[in-house]
């Protein structure tokens, strides 16, 4: 495989994935990788990007809505198919492979929040619905760092699905579905109950909003170019891993779910907030009150979606980040998925309230991701991009603050 002939045919597209940067040295030392590790040259690479959440944190499992957006930064696979069924991958920084024979496609309790249970659920979920599967070597690297708020689970999960459509399917998936075979994947075989967010950004690409009332999410894409009106979208890792938080996560659909039940329906989008006002006295001691509070975190949420995106339509910045702001103050006093109740540490509400020392009337600030711990999320003035990276670098550790830019594509076949 020659690299640098790949990227010169790809250079205009490559170009829109990565703006600002050179890509090809990443995908050399990747295909290298590949010819160390199984003796051979990779047929193509496949790039699944991270995404950011704007606004609709923890609504899309209810049904709710959201604005996301996918990023510059991407999990990047280089592959070959095998004659066998055995996938086998090797991620960068870690020694061994994960290996999976498809020949067993059974949910294994001893693989659940491990890669094994993503690449056999990915596999299984495509049998189910009538593609083709088969094994595949793969070399992986990743620029979604863990941790980050910016999906790296869900980046992973649609480079595997694009990665068997690409080799046995014709790249027959639409993002769509290729996005729903990866949450099926998180759910059943990971054992983490997400949403639907992640995967859709991470999937279609763009800046996106997306209504998942229809049992068929209505996705919509738009278009605002935050770095043509003088703003760096940031995230700043501000710390704590947050992988052994799911039972935290878990808690949030189930108890959103519990007051939707109580006042029965099956999710919280088939009500309102004025019909939620009214059921709290009948919904006091039925369930708990942090669960009351998240459901009205919901149908405010919601709802400030549409006016997030009514702002970006209309061109009027400053009401899009007065929509940002409020999302944040929601999920902080309402949600409550700032911290972790067992920690003293609240590294997140500091970063929030360094952020809105220095950004307000100027940006925008807010929690980003599934929360509890990972990072926040900021729009900020060029001209204050260097103070304020530098204040919450000298806080939260050097390169805490990454600039991203927003991804045209989702997921991609490149070759």
Not at 214 to 220: C, L
Not at 276 to 296: Q, T
Not at 310 to 336: K, Y
């Amino acid at each position: 495989m020659d690299v640098k002939e790949i990227m010169s045919r790809n250079a205009q597209r490559l170009k829109a994935l990565y703006p600002g940067k050179d890509p090809t040295e990443r995908y050399e030392r990747l295909a290298d990788a590949f010819r160390a590790h199984f003796g051979r040259e990779p047929e193509l690479f496949v790039s699944a990007p991270g995404r950011t959440e704007v606004i609709g944190n923890h609504t899309d499992h209810n049904r709710g809505r959201v604005l996301a957006a996918s990023v510059d930064l991407d999990t990047v696979a280089a592959l070959a198919p095998r004659n066998d069924s055995v996938v086998t991958m090797y991620s960068e920084g870690y020694d061994q492979p994960f290996a999976v024979d498809l020949s067993d496609l059974a949910v294994r309790e001893d693989e659940k929040e491990t890669t094994f249970s993503l690449i056999r659920g990915v596999a299984a979920r495509l049998k189910e619905l009538g593609y083709r599967i088969g094994g595949f070597d793969a070399s992986v690297t990743s620029a979604v760092f863990k941790g980050s708020g910016l999906s790296s689970s869900a980046a992973l999960e649609v480079m595997l699905v694009a990665s068997f459509d690409a080799l046995y399917n014709g790249w027959t998936i639409d993002p769509k579905r290729n996005a729903v075979i990866s949450q099926y994947a998180e759910n059943v075989y990971f054992g983490k109950p997400s949403g639907l967010m992640d995967q859709m950004a991470s999937a279609v690409g763009g800046l996106v909003t997306i209504d998942f009332g229809p049992a068929d999410p209505a996705v919509e894409a738009l278009s605002c170019d935050f770095g043509a009106k003088g703003y760096a979208v940031c995230v700043v890792s501000a710390g704590g891993e947050h992988g052994n938080l799911t039972a935290d996560y878990a808690a949030i659909p189930a108890e959103m779910k519990a007051v939707a039940q109580a006042m029965g329906v099956n999710t919280l989008s088939e009500i309102t907030s004025r019909q939620l006002m009214d059921a709290v006295p009948s919904l006091k001691n039925r369930v708990s009150d942090r669960a009351i509070l998240r459901a009205f975190h919901f149908v405010d949420e919601t709802e400030r979606v549409t006016e997030a995106v009514e702002a970006i339509r209309r061109d009027d910045i400053p009401a899009f980040f007065r929509a940002v702001v409020a999302s944040g103050e929601s999920s902080w006093m309402l949600l409550q998925n700032l911290y972790v109740a067992s920690s003293s540490n609240q590294e997140m509400p500091l970063a929030l309230e360094l952020s809105r020392r220095m950004l307000e009337g100027r940006g925008a600030w807010r929690i980003h991701g599934g929360g509890f711990a990972g990072t926040i999320l900021a729009f900020v003035p060029f001209d204050l991009l260097d103070e304020y990276s530098a204040r919450m670098n000298a806080v939260f550790g050097e390169r805490a603050t990454t600039a991203l830019a927003i991804r045209p594509e989702g997921v991609v076949c490149i070759r």
